[in-house]
T-cell receptor
Framework: GNSVTQMEGPVTLSEEAFLTINCTYT??????LFWYVQYPGEGLQLLLK?????DKGSNKGFEATYRKETTSFHLEKGSVQVSDSAVYFC????????????FGAGTRLFVKA | SQTIHQWPATLVQPVGSPLSLECTVE??????LYWYRQAAGRGLQLLFY??????ISSEVPQNLSASRPQDRQFILSSKKLLLSDSGFYLC?????????????FGPGTRLTVL
């Protein structure tokens, strides 16, 4: 079945450091891939997405590239800020069952000033 | 624009008491609706989803149930709460069209069962 595996946290970085959160997936067919972010005490919100191989999703300085050959969708940001402290979820959606989204376990990021 | 509401925001209930959490969506029609639970420090567990009025699919057998009495209303219920029902409950919706697989989440309800 479809699944998402992301690196365990927490990840602790200093402000302006480079961020990578690894995500790999298993899916039949051609999934769409997502990163969602959850700030403390809130629901999740979509951060970025990619719908086909080699697509790069980007938003708020974050980016991730859909790599079909390595079944990966790693999240990166060149310079993190304290306000980026949150939990990040990698996710996929694939037919059949395309209206269901499979989420990874989440990676908590702490950014220190 | 579309918005999703959940209430209450927080709830403290004794073991064995009933539960009713409500979720409503505005600004869209015939959405797919979802209930998730997030235990402390954990990932998301899909509990129920619905593709239409009265159509409920359960992902995990447990003492919770869901209902969809109206197109944009989704209710999560329990007759008798357990300690293990504590958690953060999230409602989400997804729509049709090219972005059909994007999910939009409500603010959540934090439930503590004592």
């Amino acid at each position: 079945g479809n699944s998402v595996t992301q690196m365990e946290g927490p990840v602790t970085l200093s402000e302006e450091a480079f961020l990578t959160i690894n995500c790999t997936y298993t899916a039949t067919g051609y999934p769409s891939l997502f990163w969602y972010v959850q700030y403390p005490g809130e629901g999740l919100q979509l951060l970025l997405k990619a719908t086909k191989a080699d697509d790069k999703g980007s938003n708020k300085g974050f980016e991730a590239t859909y790599r079909k050959e390595t079944t990966s969708f790693h999240l990166e940001k060149g310079s993190v800020q304290v306000s980026d402290s949150a939990v990040y979820f990698c996710a996929l959606s694939a037919r059949p069952g395309g209206f269901k989204t499979i989420f990874g376990a989440g990676t908590r990021l702490f950014v220190k000033a | 624009s579309q918005t999703i509401h959940q209430w209450p925001a927080t709830l403290v209930q004794p073991v064995g008491s009933p539960l009713s959490l409500e979720c409503t969506v505005e600004g869209t029609s015939n959405p797919n609706l979802y209930w998730y639970r997030q235990a402390a420090g954990r990932g998301l567990q899909l509990l129920f989803y619905s593709v239409g009025i009265g159509q409920i699919s359960s992902e995990v057998p447990q003492n919770l149930s869901a209902s969809r009495p109206q197109d944009r209303q989704f209710i999560l219920s329990s007759k008798k709460l357990l300690l293990s029902d504590s958690g953060f409950y999230l409602c989400a919706w997804s729509g049709a069209g090219p972005n059909y697989n994007e999910q939009f989440f409500g603010p959540g309800t934090r439930l503590t069962v004592l």
